[in-house]
């Protein structure tokens, strides 16, 4: 039974439940000059808020890591490679909310709810992490037969590197432009 490709599908899907930054600068709102104003350029406020995101994920995810690895009885590479891709997987989805935040933000929310809630934003950060945890799943599966199980997770979790490293460039650049475009 294949407990690796299983335990990434579950670290995958719960991931793709946290999706502070798909609504972190539209929480902002109408106080986001205040931001724009302080001496911190774009690329640093946007780093701050991915970088809390992780901050609050990483703890709970090495300890559900973990708790797998020893609850599965994984051996060490098997471990390595399911935290890998873990933390690959948080990474992706901290950077993919704001990007998405920034494409789609609700800046003249009523009231915090309607942005964590009902915002396009926060909808597509999370339902985007799940299509790509999914994504991620159906890919290991494929590639389990042809490459062997923890080959293909490892395979995974360097895309999803890759794609932090496309997304980090992305918001470095036109992100951080587009975050001082807003309002």
Do not use: Y
């Amino acid at each position: 039974f294949p407990l690796l490709t299983l335990a990434a599908a579950v670290i995958g899907f719960l991931l793709s439940t946290v999706a502070v930054t798909g609504s972190s600068v539209s929480l902002e709102g109408e106080n986001l000059w205040i931001i724009k104003e302080a001496p911190v350029s774009a690329r640093e406020v946007l780093d701050g808020k991915a970088v809390f995101q992780m901050l609050l994920t990483v703890p709970c995810l090495l300890v559900c890591a973990l708790g797998l690895v020893w609850g599965l009885k994984m051996s060490l590479a098997e471990g390595a490679v399911l935290l890998l891709f873990a933390l690959a997987f948080a990474g992706f989805m901290a950077l993919m909310g704001l990007a998405v935040n920034l494409l789609f933000p609700k800046l003249d929310a009523v009231n915090d709810m309607v942005v964590v809630k009902q915002s396009a934003a926060a909808m597509l950060s999370t339902f985007g992490g799940m299509i790509g945890a999914l994504a991620c799943g159906g890919a290991v599966w494929a590639l389990t037969g042809v490459a062997g199980e923890l080959p293909a997770l490892a395979g995974c979790a360097a895309v999803l590197l890759l794609a932090c490293g496309l997304l980090l460039r992305w918001l470095h650049t036109r992100g951080a432009e587009r975050f001082m475009e807003l309002l």
